[in-house]
Nanobody, 132 residues
């Protein structure tokens, strides 16, 4: 089992920055990929960014590319999402997720993240609100 706890959400004005953290614990040895997802009211969940644990390869959705950065501190077992140049449309609940090596499946299209499948473990989320 892997436990994930997000933090760092809050309310900022457009153009501002936030850094989300996801503390991981439990049996993380077999985690193959991790990702950040978001869901706004009335919208489907969207994969924002993903990272592989063995190579540290990163992937971003079109809507956040160039503004968000995903990273992982292996020593601290913590995943981060640095969010810059925030827009009102970034307002959502943000979730951290992890998938086992045998199940991770990151799909890209034209260099952009399209889907991350096989995420077996999810945090409870942290709310990000961007005002105009």
């Amino acid at each position: 089992q892997v436990q994930l706890v997000e933090s760092g959400g809050g309310s900022v004005q457009a153009g501002g920055s936030l850094r989300l953290s996801c503390a991981t614990s439990g049996y993380t040895y077999d985690v193959g990929c991790m990702g950040w997802f978001r869901q706004a009211p009335g919208k489907e969940r969207e994969g924002v960014a993903a990272i592989t644990t063995w190579r540290g390869s990163t992937y971003y959705g079109d809507s956040v590319k160039g503004r968000f950065t995903i990273s992982r501190d292996n020593a601290k077992d913590t995943l981060y999402l640095q969010m810059n140049s925030l827009k009102p449309e970034d307002t959502a609940m943000y979730y951290c997720a992890a998938g086992l090596r045998s199940r991770c499946a990151i799909t890209t299209n034209g260099g952009s993240l399209k889907d991350v499948a096989g995420m077996d473990y999810w945090g409870k989320g942290t709310l990000v609100t961007i005002s105009s």
